[in-house]
T-cell receptor, first 112, second 111 residues
Framework: EAQVTQNPRYLITVTGKKLTVTCSQNMNHEYMSWYRQDPGLGLRQIYYSMNVEVTDKGDVPEGYKVSRKEKRNFPLILESPSPNQTSLYFC???????????FGEGSWLTVV | DQQVKQNSPSLSVQEGRISILNCDYTNSMFDYFLWYKKYPAEGPTFLISISSIKDKNEDGRFTVFLNKSAKHLSLHIVPSQPGDSAVYFCAASYNNNDMRFGAGTRLTVKP
């Protein structure tokens, strides 16, 4: 089954404690991205990757890092999480950047 | 600066009636528009799309209309069903660049 899988689905962490949200897709898609969803703001892109070893900033990259060492994986790293990073995060992939995007199920992150 | 705007955060409709969700955009370069549907505790799923060379695309109960001069698109659901209750996101992209999403509209279809 074609899917985008992200983990963990739910996490409560403390300010400053580094965390990683993993993302994996099995569709051999070149394009992957991370979004955060906040009330009244919709889905805002954090980072995206056009292919292996190619990453670029989206609209709200501050406080986040990503890496794309393999085509299928695109982890999101919060080096020093802060409460304003409490949000619902979605990983997504697509065959190309302008094509239909396939989303993971989301990761609820709370930073206290 | 939000380039894609959904000005109605919520919409309530009676089952069997038409649901109309609206979306406005500011970037005249956008050439591809999509609607996504999101249920609680799930990721958004693709619903329907339209290219800027068309003004209408239909898929079953769902029709998307594009008015390029007004920079407006809308999603019509006829007839609406309780299972259509979800948050609907409008999205737009241009020249295969990254997609921009609206804030979403929560549709409630009452039995």
């Amino acid at each position: 089954e074609a899917q985008v899988t992200q983990n963990p689905r739910y996490l409560i962490t403390v300010t400053g404690k580094k965390l990683t949200v993993t993302c994996s897709q099995n569709m051999n898609h070149e394009y992957m991205s991370w979004y955060r969803q906040d009330p009244g703001l919709g889905l805002r892109q954090i980072y995206y990757s056009m292919n292996v070893e190619v990453t670029d900033k989206g609209d709200v990259p501050e406080g986040y890092k990503v890496s794309r060492k393999e085509k299928r994986n695109f982890p999101l790293i919060l080096e020093s999480p802060s409460p304003n990073q409490t949000s619902l995060y979605f990983c997504a992939s697509s065959p190309g950047s302008g094509n239909t995007i396939y989303f993971g199920e989301g990761s609820w992150l709370t930073v206290v | 600066d939000q380039q894609v705007k959904q000005n109605s955060p919520s919409l309530s409709v009676q089952e069997g009636r038409i649901s109309i969700l609206n979306c406005d955009y500011t970037n005249s370069m956008f050439d591809y528009f999509l609607w996504y549907k999101k249920y609680p505790a799930e990721g958004p799923t693709f619903l329907i799309s339209i290219s800027s060379i068309k003004d209408k695309n239909e898929d079953g109960r769902f029709t998307v209309f594009l008015n390029k001069s007004a920079k407006h698109l809308s999603l019509h659901i006829v007839p609406s069903q309780p299972g259509d209750s979800a948050v609907y996101f409008c999205a737009a992209s241009y020249n295969n660049n990254d997609m921009r999403f609206g804030a979403g509209t929560r549709l409630t279809v009452k039995p």
